[in-house]
């Protein structure tokens, strides 16, 4: 009798408060039949003494869950609100608690569960719109396991990138679990982001960084398409520009500002950068052979160049050629862009330089 179409709402309202852990809900009692069918429920027609008044079609009730239980045990049916409603639906019913309680479990076989943003990525996870009920426990299973994997610690710069695909296929069977339309790839996704303070990445590029931080690679091709070295001077007039420009072409662009984090080892930083790069942008001014650090990342440039093939691209900014043969006499048999060309002409000299399309 509990599956009439009559209580159809208050069974749907009661399962979100009971897994939601709230105490009641507010229901609207619907046309004369569905009146009658709930005042006879919570105890309108009770003898001696009704438990309730007769509601009336058309208005709104308040129904708690304390209330709901009791009427139900005190019934023919004998069992509870969370045993009829498990019935009625054909799955387990979970509430937040139960669920925060599983995550937490999964977390601590995994040793990840004092991290400091634990706390807020559970409140998120456990919510029972989230995930569905009998999915809770695989999915934490799934989450804990790729979580363990990665480097969470926004202090600490990953020795190694694991393919994003090899994660994805020993922890969620799927090549694409690990795509942000795919609940685990979202859980993870978000506690990465959490982990390194970050916004929730927007796009495939933003997203792409969130696992480069993390110790992961999206693809098997090189970590970034094009590091780039400047002096300081020039960052503000030119190469924030011009780095903007060229991930907004579509680049992965190694540039201090989007990839180091507060905390990073320089010289790990640059290292890396350099060894996962297909081309090393130069961008060659007066302040460019001052520096200490470019003057190293030319050198590393240089030795991946001529081991790797990594492409070099010299880009003259504020220098002449003269100057730039008397600077950097290695270079100088190269074709240079010439900043003064302007921004696209740049940015398409570099897409072409990589054989790539403007």
């Not at 105490?23 to 001696?48: C, R």
């Not at 007769?54 to 019934?75: A, C, F, H, N, Y």
């Not at 680049?251 to 507060?262: A, F, G, K, Q, S």
Request: hydrophobic share 35%; with cysteine.
């Amino acid at each position: 009798m509990y599956g009439k179409s009559s209580y159809e709402e208050l069974w749907e309202k009661a399962l979100n408060a009971v897994e939601s852990g709230q105490a009641g809900f507010t229901l609207k009692t619907g046309d004369v039949h569905t009146a009658n069918d709930l005042s006879g429920l919570l105890g309108a027609f009770d003898q001696p003494t009704p438990a309730r008044r007769k509601l009336r079609p058309g208005t709104r009730t308040t129904v708690t869950v304390t209330e709901l239980d009791t009427r139900l045990r005190r019934s023919k049916f004998g069992s509870g609100l969370r045993e009829l409603l498990e019935i009625l639906t054909g799955r387990p019913v979970v509430t937040t608690a139960e669920r925060r309680e599983i995550f937490t479990a999964e977390l601590t076989k995994a040793g990840i569960v004092d991290h400091p943003w634990i706390d807020s990525w559970l409140d998120y996870c456990q919510h029972p719109r989230r995930v569905q009920s009998i999915e809770v426990r695989v999915t934490a299973q799934r989450c804990a396991a790729i979580l363990a994997r990665l480097v969470l610690d926004p202090s600490t710069y990953p020795e190694e990138h694991t393919p994003l695909e090899s994660l994805a296929d020993i922890y969620t069977g799927d090549s694409a679990g690990l795509s942000p339309r795919r609940l685990v790839g979202q859980l993870v996704m978000r506690a990465v982001s959490s982990a390194h303070s970050k916004p929730m990445p927007t796009t495939t590029y933003e997203r792409w960084l969130s696992w480069l931080r993390a110790g992961v690679i999206m693809d098997d091709r090189s970590t970034w398409d094009v590091f780039i070295s400047h002096a300081h001077e020039d960052k503000t007039a030119f190469v924030r520009p011009l780095a903007t420009a060229l991930r907004e072409a579509g680049l992965r662009v190694w540039y201090d500002e989007y990839t180091m984090v507060p905390g990073d080892s320089i010289r790990e930083s640059i290292d890396k950068g350099i060894q996962r790069s297909q081309a090393g942008l130069l961008v060659m001014s007066p302040h460019f052979f001052r520096k200490f650090w470019t003057k190293q990342e030319v050198n590393g440039l240089f030795s991946v160049a001529s081991s790797q093939g990594t492409g070099l691209i010299p880009v003259l900014h504020g220098l002449d050629h003269e100057e730039f043969t008397r600077h950097s006499p290695m270079l100088a048999d190269r074709y240079a862009i010439r900043s003064e060309v302007g921004m696209d002409a740049v940015v398409d000299g570099v897409l072409r330089a990589m054989g790539k399309h403007s």
